[in-house]
């Protein structure tokens, strides 16, 4: 069964930085493409950024570029979220991925 620990979420103010981290068990984890999501509320969730199995290849989404940076430790199964220069649009519920697998998710929220 996979296993997802995530943590670093919380209140920032804006123009703050966060990082999110997320740790796996259940699945040899350097083989799999990561991925962060977020939803917002009454939005549809969204992919944040995607990192491959040797963090060669990195996608981000557009709103993201330049302000967060994804990266991997294949040695403690763990991914994480660099978040700096957020935004109140940045307010969100975030979630760790692979495959068919989801983390339950970590608040978000930026505001002064």
């Known amino acids: 069964q996979v296993q997802f620990v995530e943590s670093g979420g919380g209140l920032v103010q804006p123009g703050g930085s966060l990082t999110l981290s997320c740790t796996v068990s259940g699945i040899t984890f350097s083989n799999y493409y990561m991925n962060w999501y977020r939803q917002a509320p009454g939005k549809e969730r969204e992919l944040v950024a995607q990192?491959?199995?040797?963090?060669?290849?990195?996608i981000y989404a557009d709103f993201v570029k330049g302000r967060f940076a994804i990266s991997r430790d294949n040695v403690k199964n763990t991914v994480n979220l660099r978040m700096n220069n957020l935004k109140p649009e940045d307010t969100a519920v975030y979630y760790c991925?692979?495959?068919?697998?989801w983390g339950r998710g970590t608040q978000v929220t930026v505001s002064s």
């Open positions: 991925h692979v495959l068919n697998w």
């Open positions: 990192i491959s199995t040797t963090g060669s290849n990195i």
